[in-house]
């Protein structure tokens, strides 16, 4: 019943956009903190941007700082995180993850995938 979903994933040229789109269903994200992770081949997985808890306000890795936005539309339940300036190093999975904020349930997506072409 609850469940995370991504789309969005794809190849792109260096230098493009893409929007990864993460939709819940079973639960609304009001009552939890999202983030992204990201994997490249051979490599371990790493946050790449998280709402805090507290502040409810996005906090972005270094590599992506600038480059990638994370948002949200409540009436669709669902989190997006807009890439641009895309780079090959950007190749890998992207997973969606929520933890509930006074709980303990969370909830992983099972990826979409994206490369980047230089």
């Known amino acids: 019943e609850e469940r995370l979903v991504e789309s969005g994933g794809g190849l792109v040229q260096a230098g493009g956009s893409l929007r990864l789109s993460c939709a819940a269903s079973?639960?609304?994200?009001?009552?939890?903190?999202v983030a992204w992770f990201r994997q490249a081949p051979g490599k371990e997985r790493e946050a790449v941007t998280c709402?805090?808890?507290?502040?409810?306000?996005?906090h972005y890795a270094d590599s992506v700082k600038g480059r990638f936005t994370l948002s949200s539309d409540n009436a669709k339940n669902t989190v997006y995180l807009q890439m641009n300036g895309l780079k090959s190093e950007d190749t890998g999975g992207y997973y969606c993850?929520?933890?509930?904020?006074?709980?303990?349930?969370?909830?992983w997506g099972r990826g979409t995938q994206v490369a980047v072409s230089s």
């Open positions: 993850y929520a933890k509930q904020i006074l709980g303990s349930r969370n909830f």
């Open positions: 709402v805090s808890s507290n502040s409810r306000t996005a």
């Open positions: 079973g639960f609304t994200f009001e009552d939890f903190t």
